[in-house]
């Protein structure tokens, strides 16, 4: 499980025509904190900063801890494994006294 953090419900947004095709375009993004690991297994001292894109008039993730959805990865056109981050709330444990 790749455990996401969420601090702020800040969303930066993007708009403009694309330089290309003409076309608009109105991008929107929050900032999350990735629990990653390296290829050895081993974690940083700190979370890894990132952009996590939302979709169309999706209403920011509130503050905390989100894992991964199953849905976030997918096969591209290109026929690779890729991701798109979803999130899915990780359930707290009930404190114990």
Same mark, same amino acid.
């Given at each position: ?13 993007? +708009?403009?025509?694309? +330089?290309?095709?003409?076309?608009? %375009? ?6 999350? %904190?990735?629990?990653?690991?390296? +290829?050895?297994?081993?974690?940083? &001292?700190?979370?890894? +900063? ?12 509130? &503050?905390?801890? %989100? ?6 990865? %997918? ?23």
């Amino acid at each position: 499980m790749i455990q996401i953090t969420i601090a702020q419900t800040t969303v930066k947004e993007f +708009k403009g025509n694309s +330089k290309t095709t003409g076309k608009p %375009y109105h991008l929107r993004m929050q900032t999350g %904190y990735a629990h990653t690991v390296d +290829k050895d297994g081993n974690k940083p &001292p700190y979370p890894e +900063k990132f952009d996590l894109m939302l979709d169309g008039e999706q209403q920011p993730y509130s &503050p905390g801890d %989100y894992q991964l959805h199953p849905s976030s990865l %997918y096969v591209d056109r290109d026929g690779r494994l890729a991701v798109s981050a979803r999130l899915a709330p990780v359930a707290r444990k009930p404190a114990t006294a």
